[in-house]
């Protein structure tokens, strides 16, 4: 008897435009009704079809948010509609609040090598981490979404919801080394959405406020396929320090349209229509792929190919407007590739707060911020309710907005 082998991460997600749009049209129908029926029902791998599952696309914008929200808003009213557009808008809304507090990602970064180094010293916690990471705690519905996150590289948003609390509250590992989990196999991982979640389920986002994984919820949004035992009856709030206060928000630099420009892609923003339409007429471009900053340790094979599958689908569409493509193996080569094209300036969609800025920063490149972006950012000053009155503004501007 021969067995069919599972799909791998990039047969469910293949990391092209076309196959994101093709996603897009598929769910464009759901996203009224259907979606604030079904959205919340993890039913299980495979059977995802009650969200968009277009979060990998997304997040490296070979769809970009502006060409979702137009495609739903042309088939339904805001209205019918809304509660897609407003989980849209969370990315949105996740992406500016570290934008405008970028200090929030160090202490990230901090906190996660603070636990790996009691990952290295203390045995317990070592066993409990990797079982954990394995989906062999014996908790069942924990284990079974461990092993899709590692197997398909997506996970539904409420099983996120429950793995970050079984992780902090039952299993009672630190929340950064959840964080660094999803980020090293999630083919969506986002420090954005990632940190601040996780942050969120913890009780450090919401002051006060922590998010319970309870069995009877499980067992309702999973149809009954699991009602896990033995889970934190209580999740109580941590201290933790105030939030930092609001920076300012991204503002593009300067550059000079008739100068020789290079333009340089990262895996943040793979739709530079935007920088042409800014000016740029690039002679150059390069690609630098920053997703191994994305952890200390290793990032799942299957993320590496996503990335670099879906820089290589935009150099192959874009072709004519890049001229000669380079592929840098770090930040450290942008001067030599700069100076090899005869390059006076490189532009660069903004890098986002992560491995991206990080990369670049103390580089001389000139940052530009799409003009969604720049509409959005600057109000995720407080919580998402605020954040939300925006929208209808932000929809007016997406209902002008071109293709990426
Ligand atoms: C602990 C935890 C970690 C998370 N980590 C990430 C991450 O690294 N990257 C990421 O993109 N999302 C993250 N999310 C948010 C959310 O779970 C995913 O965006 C969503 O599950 C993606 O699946 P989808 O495309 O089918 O979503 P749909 O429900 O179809 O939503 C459409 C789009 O809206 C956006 N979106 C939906 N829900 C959220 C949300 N709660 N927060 C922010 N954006 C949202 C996504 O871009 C998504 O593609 C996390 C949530 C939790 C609770």
Redesign the pocket.
């Known amino acids: 008897m021969t067995q069919t082998a599972a799909p791998s991460p990039l047969d469910r997600f293949p990391p092209t435009r076309a196959a994101g749009l093709e996603r897009l049209r598929q ?1 464009v129908p759901h996203a009224g009704a259907d ?1 604030a029926r079904r ?1 919340n029902f993890d039913l299980g791998r495979d059977r ?1 079809e009650g ?6 696309w ?2 490296r914008r070979l769809v970009t ?1 502006e060409e ?1 929200l137009a495609a739903v808003l042309g088939r339904h009213s805001h209205r019918a509609a809304e509660k ?1 557009v407003q ?5 949105t ?2 992406k500016g609040w570290l934008e405008l507090r970028p200090s929030v990602w160090t202490a990230y970064r901090a906190g996660l090598a603070r636990a790996l180094d009691r990952v290295a010293t203390e045995e317990g916690l070592r066993r409990d981490w990797e079982a954990a990471c394995r989906g062999e705690t014996g908790i069942g519905a924990f284990d079974a979404w461990a092993r899709e996150l590692v197997e398909t590289g ?4 409420h099983a ?2 429950w ?2 609390s079984i992780w902090i509250f039952t299993l009672r590992l630190p929340w950064e080394l ?2 660094d989990f ?2 090293r196999h ?1 083919l ?7 940190t601040l ?2 942050r ?2 913890a009780g450090l986002q919401t002051r006060g406020k922590t ?1 319970l994984a309870r069995p009877s919820n499980i067992e309702k949004y999973t149809e009954g396929r699991f009602r896990p035992e033995g889970l934190a009856p209580a999740a109580p709030p941590p201290d933790g320090p105030p939030h930092p206060p609001v920076g300012p928000a991204p503002v593009s630099d300067a550059f000079d349209p008739a100068a020789p420009t290079g333009l340089l892609l990262t895996e943040e923003d793979l739709a530079p229509g935007f920088v042409f339409e800014a000016g740029a007429r690039p002679r150059a471009t390069a690609f630098l792929d920053c997703t191994a900053g994305l952890s200390p340790l290793m990032p799942a094979p299957h993320l590496r190919d996503h990335v670099r599958g879906a820089m290589e689908d935009t150099a192959a569409r874009w072709g004519a407007r890049l001229g000669p493509v380079t592929w840098l193996a770090g930040a450290e080569e942008i001067a030599d590739w700069a100076a090899r094209e005869g390059l006076a300036q490189i532009v660069t969609p903004w890098p986002c707060t992560g491995p991206a800025a990080e990369a670049l920063a103390g580089t001389a490149v000139r940052r530009l911020v799409r003009p969604y972006d720049a509409a959005a950012w600057p109000h995720a000053t407080h919580g998402f309710f605020r954040f939300r009155k925006r929208i209808p503004a932000l929809l007016a501007q997406v209902k002008g907005l071109r293709a990426a």
């Not at 989980?87 to 990315?91: H, K, S, Y």
């Open positions: 769910f979606y959205r995802h969200v968009s599952q277009l979060s990998p997304l997040r948010e979702v897609f989980e849209v808008v969370w990315r809304y996740w997506y996970l539904h948003n996120r919801m793995v970050a959840g964080a999803f980020l999630l969506d991982g986002d420090p954005a959405s990632n979640s996780w969120w389920v998010y």
